[in-house]
């Protein structure tokens, strides 16, 4: 067991590559992007919701609003228990800027 990193909310500097794969889900793609977060060194999972870019009520709830070449960013989103952790957080408190997915992924279908 390694020590584990004290929640710290705190944007990490630079850019990670995830691995990104796509998941149809009833007809919505989500993609998912799973990595080691580099500031806890655990591994974890973020799914992003259809890259749709109009959702007809509740706006951009939850979603990327505008899907583009910029980095994507996500918080920290591991299992393992960090403190001194807010009740309703999740990870170590890292905010993560992703490398985008492959057009492959993200292009229409
Ligand atoms: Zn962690
Ligand atoms: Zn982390």
Redesign the pocket.
């Given at each position: 067991m390694s020590p584990?990193?004290e929640y710290r909310r705190e944007r990490s500097p630079g850019v990670v590559t995830f691995q990104w794969t796509a998941e149809d889900n009833e007809g919505d793609r989500e993609l998912i992007a799973a990595g080691t977060?580099p500031?806890?060194?655990?591994p974890?999972r973020r799914s992003f919701g259809p890259v749709q870019p109009l959702v007809s009520k509740g706006g951009f709830l939850g979603r990327r609003q505008d899907p583009g070449p910029e980095p994507w960013t996500t918080s920290?989103r591991?299992?393992?228990y960090?403190q001194p952790r807010p009740a309703n957080a999740r990870?170590?408190g890292a905010l993560l800027s992703l490398a985008p997915p492959p057009a492959s992924l993200t292009g229409g279908s």
């Open positions: 584990v990193t977060c500031v806890c060194q655990c974890m920290c591991c299992e393992s960090h990870g170590c």
